[in-house]
């Protein structure tokens, strides 16, 4: 009876626990890696992505473009803005009307070859000669120091004015600014007339009066004709 009860244990046992099967061994001695999740299917392409979609490309690039032109056309138009409300500076060289008229001739020369040179090379005019130029009044070191009537050669280009200076000597140099050039050339009517000489000794014959008449501002120029 013994024997039957330990045999029927034993029978129950076997049947009870089960040994590990080949396969689970497999698995537990190589296991598989975990799968890594994607955010997108097996079955999506990159592209769904990486979409490039060529007309808004060129539509946005276009815009850019379209901003910065319209960017610089507004510098532009405020340098040019800028530029045409800045006052212009103007150089100047002024003696007495008789020393800049009549006594130092080559200041005729000099003259007539620049206009004769600005003609050749079809330059606007940049120097004029003004007979008791208003400007003066804004300097009173100069003014005391002046004979009148008073002759002043202005002109935009300041290294020229500087060189007349050297050439002339006699003369005093200064510089302004002014709105336009109606403003810079402005002047108080004067009758500038010299006597001539009783004798004259030159190899030449002088220069008759009135030679500065083209290099009178250009309503100076109406009036002395008039």
């Not at 003014?143 to 020229?160: E, I, M, Y």
């Not at 200076?165 to 007339?193: H, Y």
Request: aromatic content about 12%; hydrophobic content about 35%; glycine content about 2%.
């Amino acid at each position: 009876m013994s024997a039957v009860t330990t045999l029927s244990q034993a029978c129950w046992a076997a049947a009870v626990v089960k040994p590990k099967s080949n396969t689970a061994i497999s698995h537990s001695q190589n296991p598989k890696p975990k799968s890594l999740a994607l955010p997108f299917s097996a079955n999506s392409s990159c592209g769904h992505f990486f979409s490039f979609n060529p007309k808004t490309t060129l539509k946005s690039s276009s815009s850019v473009r379209t901003f910065v032109a319209a960017v610089e056309s507004d510098q532009i138009s405020s340098s040019a803005s800028a530029d045409k409300e800045k006052p212009s500076r103007y150089y100047f060289v002024v003696a007495n009307a008789k020393f800049m008229l009549d006594d130092e001739e080559h200041f005729q020369e000099q003259l007539c070859e620049r206009l004769r040179y600005y003609g050749e090379k079809s330059k606007e005019q940049d120097f004029w000669l003004v007979i008791e130029p208003k400007f003066l009044d804004k300097f009173p070191n100069i003014t005391k120091r002046l004979g009148r009537p008073a002759v002043a050669l202005v002109s935009t280009n300041g290294p020229w004015i500087t060189f007349m200076k050297l050439r002339l000597d006699r003369v005093l140099a200064e510089s302004f600014e002014a709105e336009s050039l109606k403003e810079a050339l402005a002047s108080n009517p004067t009758t500038i007339e010299f006597e001539k000489p009783q004798k004259w000794v030159a190899p030449y014959s002088k220069y008759e009066s009135g030679w500065w008449g083209p290099f009178l501002p250009p309503r100076t120029k109406e009036e002395s004709k008039a």
